[in-house]
């Protein structure tokens, strides 16, 4: 039997650095975070990517106002994204730039071998597009007012445009997409993604799509037609090839062992993206017989109590704002357990305030306190497990394992606030176990109380197990309290594990916020 580790792949988007940091780039890189997360502890060889997409007229433009080379521009702009993950203490395997020369030079080989395969021809783009969004918008996509378009999501004007471009059929894999996405359930999710774009693109035909652009300069440039640099998405969706080391003659091991003959390869990417990774990607991967990733995860947008965040409406949050006045677990806890992937999601720092406390402080801090003052009031000697047929005892063993269950259930189908939920309902269900069966008249029965505390030391192991994919730096202080090395999914129900353990003295790891 074979003891190699399965494999697992996730991508954040690869975020565009012309504008300031927003919470929406957290909430995106928590989530993959959390997974990958997940994932190490449930044995999987993880590879985590994440980065900037770094060519572009509007950071061409961007430069030139700041008086800098375009490269000067994205070192600057990218390094934000590097401080901003290394002060929410997210760690990753790739930062993937598209201004890497390696890249660069992939991707050109990838232009010239579609352009071989006649997948892409030379003509002239007439229409709408917009810089601020990188994208051309079709008339009939687009919003008028006052005699201007507008584009339909961000509400930026589109300018007309009209020059030579390359176009790559988009329309031939048309019906191969809609086979390929209705025989694989889980490749889009949520599913309504898939019915909207459906919809609104492939039933109406899938136009040719403008791969180059002639206008600016800042891009890469074709060495057959160096008048031509490659547009935005046909360079920044390879990235998360070519950061494994993707080559069409002589593939790096990464590459063949995350992607060509990986079992997992999760994109996370917000709604706004959807398109150009469910309909664009999938299409250009299938042209050049690259496999697919296994899922395109799409998530909603964060939005406040006043809706969604605007300059105008005073409301765009700042992450790094955040970060001065909460710890970044507090954060990274409220984007996991309090928002579905599935909608958007309601964030104040009320809301997250009131999570911690809640969760954190409360129900888990309070149990976890409970469960060792009592332990040390009453056993110099460690707690240990005993059979017993008390019901009290046995629906406490049962929840500790059916929600461990669900946990693991909920996170392998993306749900990852109702896993969280899950370990809620395991602590809730630990307290008030403490309160069914009072502990602190036990004293005359050490026996009795013994088998209540090491099944509360259990399953408050339980919680802080599952609790460490989101939160392990604050787990990670439980550990000297419980004197435990880790927190292992594979001894949770292992009810002996505290046998021999002693526990130390408690200390606060979650207090209040007032």
């Not at 030139?64 to 203490?89: A, G, H, M, R």
């Not at 909207?196 to 057959?224: A, M, P």
Request: aromatic share 14%; with cysteine; glycine share 4%.
């Amino acid at each position: 039997m074979s003891n190699k580790k399965k494999t697992f792949y996730i991508t954040t988007p690869i975020y565009y650095p012309s504008g300031n940091l927003h919470i929406g780039h957290l909430y995106s890189t928590t989530i993959a975070w959390v997974l990958r997360n997940y994932k190490i502890k449930m044995g999987y060889d993880v590879k985590f990517l994440t980065g900037s997409d770094e060519h572009g007229q509007k950071i061409e433009k961007k430069a030139q106002e700041k008086k800098i080379s375009p490269q000067e521009y994205v070192d600057i702009q990218s390094n934000k994204f590097i401080d901003l993950w290394k002060k929410t203490k997210i760690n990753y395997d790739f930062f993937s730039r598209t201004t890497n020369k390696y890249h660069e030079k992939i991707v050109e080989e990838i232009f010239n071998k579609m352009l071989d395969k006649s997948l892409i021809y030379k003509g002239e783009y007439k229409g709408l597009y917009s810089i601020n969004d990188e994208e051309f918008i079709l008339e009939k996509e687009a919003i008028k007012k006052d005699d201007n378009f507008y584009h339909p999501i961000s509400g930026h004007k589109l300018e007309w445009i009209q020059e030579e471009s390359y176009f790559f059929k988009m329309n031939k894999f048309t019906h191969w997409l809609i086979d390929y996405v209705e025989k694989n359930k889980n490749f889009i999710i949520p599913k309504n993604i898939w019915k909207e774009l459906k919809n609104n693109f492939l039933d109406k035909n899938l136009e040719d799509l403008s791969v180059t652009r002639i206008s600016f300069e800042w891009g890469i440039q074709i060495t057959k037609d160096p008048k031509h640099v490659i547009y935005v998405w046909l360079d920044a969706l390879f990235n998360y090839i070519s950061a494994l080391g993707f080559d069409f003659e002589n593939p790096q091991k990464d590459f063949i062992k995350y992607w060509k003959n990986g079992d997992e390869i999760v994109h996370i990417v917000g709604k706004e993206i959807t398109r150009f990774h469910c309909i664009y990607w999938p299409i250009f991967l299938k042209s050049l017989d690259i496999r697919l990733p296994t899922t395109i995860l799409s998530h909603g947008w964060l939005i406040t109590p006043e809706g969604k965040m605007s300059k105008s409406k005073g409301n765009v949050i700042d992450p790094l704002s955040l970060l001065n006045k909460y710890d970044p677990e507090i954060i990274k806890y409220f984007f996991s357990s309090k928002i579905s992937i599935y909608k958007d999601g309601i964030f104040s720092e009320e809301l997250l305030i009131n999570s911690y406390n809640s969760d954190l402080a409360n129900t888990i801090g309070n149990l976890i306190s409970r469960t060792i003052s009592m332990i040390r009031q009453n056993f110099c000697a460690p707690v240990k497990f005993k059979k017993t047929n008390n019901n009290h005892d046995l629906d406490i063993i049962k929840s500790i394992s059916n929600n461990f269950e669900k946990f693991k259930k909920h996170f392998d189908k993306f749900e990852i606030d109702l896993a969280f939920e899950s370990m809620l309902h395991l602590a809730r269900d630990l307290n008030k176990y403490i309160d069914l069966t009072l502990p602190w008249k036990m004293k005359n029965n050490l026996d009795l109380l013994e088998t209540t505390l090491n099944l509360l030391l259990n399953g408050s192991y339980a919680v802080l197990s599952m609790l460490e994919v989101v939160c392990p730096d604050f787990v990670n202080q439980f550990k000297q309290i419980l004197n435990v090395d880790n927190f292992d999914f594979d001894e949770i129900e292992n009810f002996e594990k505290f046998n021999d353990i002693s526990i130390n003295e408690n200390k606060i790891i979650f207090p209040r916020i007032k």
